[in-house]
């Protein structure tokens, strides 16, 4: 462990059986430029793999005198949100920035550039940026895919923020607040809920540079994403999270991905629910004023006509 030197960034930093990625995930961290001190913060949650013992090697060829590392090797697993929560509140930086243990930035500047930007976007809560989605090696091509795509202003409110498809973890800095969402509610998507929470203090910030990879791997959530058991907890963690915040953009943000993703979940699965689920869903759908907004209703009209539900 080394000693902390009252950082300006704290880089909070889970990892779970990574041994494969995380040498590059704390590597990209080393290599950081920045005029000011940061610390690197990993919790791992008692990985079954080598995890600890490349962790301890990588940690011990940082040379960057403006970067001290703290590591906590958990002794029993806590699970991946209460293992995100500890590293959270073990962050004392005046900004935090994300950074799982399978995936790594691209820029040796991404955090000096992020904390220009919100000293001068002083109505910015949290900023990001685009990143590369890469496969499990990492490579990064011509032809890899960057996201998100085709923003055009510098800052967006909750509905614009909300409104995107998505943008990576691995880009987010904020302002550094306690975030209580996520240890109230039981919930896999910590990090959707710190944006919306975040949201509540400011607007999103955006930079038009590619400074950060995704990695797409066998273990991560997104291979999961359309799964049924994953889009039946989606949906009905939207469905909290509709009654927990207070701001009415926020809230609408929420509903539109709620409508959405109910939506996504009645085309790929509809054919395998009983009727009586089909119209439990029906009557959720018209208890939703944005439903009879023409676009959704439009969406939906056809799709409930093929599985004739009325």
């Known amino acids: ?73 958990q002794s029993s697993n806590l699970g991946m949100m209460p ?39 002083k109505d910015c809560s949290f900023c990001f940026h685009k990143a590369y989605l890469v496969s499990e090696t990492g490579e990064i091509t ?20 909300l409104a995107l498809n998505s943008s990576a973890t691995c880009s987010l800095m904020y302002r550094s607040i306690e975030i209580k969402s996520i240890k109230r509610m039981h919930h ?44 039946r907890n989606r949906i009905n963690e939207l469905k909290t999270e509709l009654n927990y915040f207070k701001s009415k953009a926020v809230v609408d943000g929420i509903r539109k991905k709620y409508l959405l993703k109910l939506f996504k979940f009645l085309k790929l699965h509809g054919h395998k629910i009983s009727d009586s689920e089909k119209k439990e869903i029906l009557n959720q759908l018209r208890k939703s004023k944005l439903y009879y907004n023409l676009k959704f209703k439009n969406l939906f009209k056809r799709l409930l006509r093929k599985m004739k539900i009325h």
């Open 83 to 121: 293992n995100f929560i500890f590293t959270l509140d073990s962050c004392t930086g005046k900004y935090v920035a994300l950074l799982e243990g399978d995936d790594f930035w691209t820029d040796p500047l991404k955090l000096q550039k992020q904390v220009d930007f919100l000293g001068k976007n």
């Open 1 to 73: 462990m080394q000693s902390n030197r009252n950082p300006v960034v704290s880089i909070c930093m889970i990892t779970y059986n990574h041994e494969a990625y995380i040498a590059q995930a704390i590597l990209s961290v080393i290599e950081q430029k920045t005029d000011f001190n940061f610390e690197l913060v990993i919790s791992n949650d008692c990985s079954t793999d080598s995890t600890n013992t490349v962790i301890e090697t990588v940690i011990k060829q940082n040379t960057n005198s403006r970067l001290s590392i703290r590591y906590y090797n």
């Open 188 to 231: 896999s998507h910590g990090d959707f809920m710190l944006y919306c929470e975040l949201l509540h203090h400011g607007k999103a910030g955006f930079l038009d540079s590619v400074m950060s990879a995704y990695r797409k791997h066998d273990f991560g959530v997104s291979n999961k994403l359309n799964s049924e058991a994953y889009m």
């Open 142 to 161: 011509s032809d890899t895919h960057i996201y998100p795509e085709d923003i055009k202003a510098n800052t967006l409110n909750a509905s614009k923020y």
